[in-house]
């Protein structure tokens, strides 16, 4: 049966907003902003990408100040070669970070500032022909030195010849043991280092896909053409290992950067502990993220992983839906511009 028509919307019965319980925006005002955390306090306030960015602050801030709530900082994109790496540090000297999921290649460009090197700019439409015979790698409108690369293989061979054949490698062993060098040998900021002096897990789930894995692999075959012992690696260590961690916390919190792997990998610890129950009937301690906070500009309509939302993990076993307190902002942006904003706001909170 069809709708009876109840005519055009009468003017003394249209809602005012308030009375649904909605929350008025607000005029961003600049006078009033004297810090980056009062800027994205109002931005909050506002619409579209910067409403995203300043609840992107507050989500943060809420999984910081929760002592009981155990925050994952995954990273991918070039974001050390960008000069982001001191946001990380940032993150991680201030105990807002208590485990880091990276791309190799994000590690290996951290280290090459670590040890005093340089990136430089450059333009997009340089000749790539010409940079390869010159000796650069160009990422975008930054250059990598090979000769960096190569300086930072020789450091990466002396922390390898430390450490016993018959070890089995995994990433987050390997990344201590170079934190622990840099500690020792650097006078400069660096994620490897930083995590290192504050106990914080880095692990590397694509450990070959990065000039780190390949400096590993020419260790190995160097020892081979010497008759030595080469070194096995074992992707499982990292997986039990991040697995056991997670199942003993109350509360979990996710930074994302990015996507790809260091994100789904953080994410799917949850299915891991969920099918390990299920399959193997052993009792282990499920676990869902509660909080989330994602800066990436791929959408979602394109089916890629690292356009997914958030809304989407929720039918993994990844994310508790707001509805049972949730909480998580996707901030569609470049990382370059949103992630320093995020960060220093809530540090002027946590100091407050």
């Known amino acids: 049966m069809k709708k009876k028509y109840k005519g055009p919307r009468k003017g003394n019965k249209l809602a005012d907003g308030f009375k649904h319980g909605l929350i008025s925006l607000k005029p961003l005002d600049l006078s009033k902003a004297d810090t980056i955390g009062n800027l994205l306090k109002q931005m909050s306030n506002t619409a579209f990408g910067g409403r995203s960015v300043g609840e992107a602050a507050d989500v943060l801030y809420q999984m910081v100040k929760k002592k009981d709530c155990f925050v994952v900082l995954t990273l991918s994109g070039a974001m050390t070669v960008a000069k982001m790496g001191l946001v990380a540090c940032d993150m991680i000297d201030n105990g807002m970070v208590n485990a880091v999921i990276s791309t190799g290649a994000i590690m290996v460009h951290g280290l090459v500032e670590a040890t005093g090197l340089s990136h430089f700019k450059t333009e997009p439409d340089t000749d790539d022909t010409k940079l390869y015979y010159a000796g650069y790698d160009r990422v975008y409108d930054t250059l990598e030195l090979e000769r960096n690369l190569d300086d930072v293989e020789k450091i990466v061979r002396k922390v390898l010849e430390t450490i016993p054949r018959d070890r089995v490698l995994s990433s987050v062993f390997i990344n201590e043991v170079l934190g622990k060098y840099l500690q020792v040998f650097s006078k400069k900021r660096d994620i490897l280092k930083s995590a290192y002096k504050k106990k914080v897990p880095i692990y590397i789930p694509a450990f070959t896909d990065s000039e780190l894995g390949l400096d590993v692999g020419v260790f190995n075959r160097r020892a081979?053409?010497?008759?030595?012992?080469?070194?096995s690696f074992d992707p499982f260590l990292d997986l039990e290992h991040f697995a056991t961690l997670i199942e003993k916390q109350k509360k979990l919190g996710i930074f994302t950067i990015g996507g790809g792997v260091p994100r789904n990998w953080a994410?799917?610890?949850?299915?891991?502990?969920?099918?390990l129950e299920k399959r193997l009937k052993k009792k282990t301690s499920f676990k869902r993220y509660l909080y989330g906070v994602r800066i990436c500009p791929e959408p979602a309509h394109w089916g890629g992983l690292s356009g997914c939302t958030y809304q989407e993990g929720i039918s993994w076993g990844k994310f508790i839906p707001p509805s049972e307190g949730g909480r998580w902002a996707e901030v569609y942006a470049d990382a370059t511009i949103a992630w320093p904003l995020i960060v220093k706001a809530v540090m002027e909170r946590l100091k407050k």
């Open 267 to 275: 994410q799917q610890v949850c299915p891991y502990l969920d099918i």
């Open 224 to 231: 081979v053409s010497k008759k030595e012992l080469p070194f």
